[in-house]
T-cell receptor, first 114, second 109 residues
């Protein structure tokens, strides 16, 4: 069990560019979550998958954001036409399910939009 | 909308002191998690509590879940500089977590 991994750890991009982040959950965890965290705030829910199905998306996830989990294992989060307001830490978490909702987080991807 | 309020927002203490931080909500949660987060890293799970009135101890940390499952507290005994970090509580409901803003704890040597 290597834990949740995310790549890249840091991304600096110019406004208007597209970026893609990857998350590899703990193996055999069927639920995968994306969160966004800005300075001084707790993580905010963006979306989650059960296996390959995207079950819920937050209102925070604008049309420029898209997430996929094609084979029910790793997931990608893409942001198109980035804006300075997209600068944040993007966190991925996974869980095996069950009744406790306990989620295990990756180290995050820090996005800076110039 | 479910909200979790954490207090205090900031706490700076000396090594060896005791402290308690709080997590309160008007909503009932099926579970509550506490995480510690260091700068530039993801949150690391400390504990999950699921039963109203439950108390869990993890070395010098004591976690309590309120009887009504709306609030929780974290007590640290004899704080150490290594306890420094952002302490986040998160309420679980309908397969999602709702986070508070956290308590930023600094333990000075």
């Amino acid at each position: 069990d290597t834990g949740v991994s995310q790549d890249p750890r840091h991304k600096i991009t110019k406004r208007g560019q597209n970026v893609t982040f990857r998350c590899d959950p703990i193996s055999e965890h069927n639920r995968l979550y994306w969160y966004r965290q800005t300075l001084g705030q707790g993580p905010e829910f963006l979306t989650y998958f059960q296996n390959e199905a995207q079950l819920e998306k937050s209102r925070l996830l604008s049309d420029r954001f898209s997430a996929e989990r094609p084979k029910g294992s790793f997931s990608t989060l893409e942001i198109q036409r980035t804006e300075q307001g997209d600068s944040a830490m993007y966190l991925c978490a996974s869980t095996s399910g069950g009744g406790t909702d306990t989620q295990y987080f990756g180290p995050g991807t820090r996005l800076t939009v110039l | 909308t479910q909200l979790l309020e954490q207090s205090p927002q900031f706490l700076s203490i000396q090594e060896g002191e005791n402290l308690t931080v709080y997590c309160n909500s008007s909503s009932v949660f099926s579970s509550l998690q506490w995480y510690r987060q260091e700068p530039g890293e993801g949150p690391v799970l400390l504990v999950t509590v699921v039963t109203g009135g439950e108390v869990k101890k993890l070395k010098r940390l004591t976690f309590q879940f309120g009887d009504a499952r709306k609030d929780s507290s974290l007590h640290i005994t004899a704080a150490q500089p290594g306890d420094t970090g952002l302490y986040l509580c998160a309420g679980g409901s309908n397969y999602k977590l709702t986070f508070g803003k956290g308590t930023l704890l600094t333990v000075n040597p």
